[in-house]
Nanobody
Framework: VQLQASGGGLVRPGGSLRLSCAVSGSSTSSHDIAWYRQVPGQQRELVAVISSGGDTDYAGSVKGRFTIARDNAKNTVYLQMTSLKLEDTAVYYC????????????????WGQGAQLTVSS
């Protein structure tokens, strides 16, 4: 399965943006899909997960502001981001890994190209 993130851009604090993750080679409904973000010099951080069954989970720093959703007809997973903060600035990646019932997500090695989000006034 290949994934391609898109939709990044420059947004003012408090603004909103939606990222898209296009999935090819397989159906989104068959996979657990996660969004990660990475700031230069820092480790990649798990942001949100949607399981193949539709369960969702979020990092504490984005809970209540970000929403992950899946459109199986378009084979795309979205990350709707609202109330954006300066610290949300990062490159965002999507990943098709494995989500366990205890809440642990194990990423696959395939990352694809990310989408840059810059939050700045």
């Amino acid at each position: 399965v290949q994934l391609q993130a898109s939709g990044g851009g420059l947004v003012r604090p408090g603004g909103s943006l939606r990222l898209s993750c296009a999935v090819s080679g397989s159906s989104t409904s068959s996979h657990d899909i996660a969004w990660y973000r990475q700031v230069p010099g820092q480790q990649r951080e798990l942001v949100a997960v949607i399981s193949s069954g539709g369960d969702t989970d979020y990092a504490g720093s984005v809970k209540g502001r970000f929403t992950i959703a899946r459109d199986n007809a378009k084979n795309t997973v979205y990350l709707q981001m609202t109330s954006l903060k300066l610290e949300d600035t990062a490159v965002y990646y999507c990943n098709a890994g494995t989500y366990y019932s205890n809440g642990y997500y194990y990423p696959s090695r395939s990352w694809g190209q990310g989408a840059q989000l810059t939050v700045s006034s």
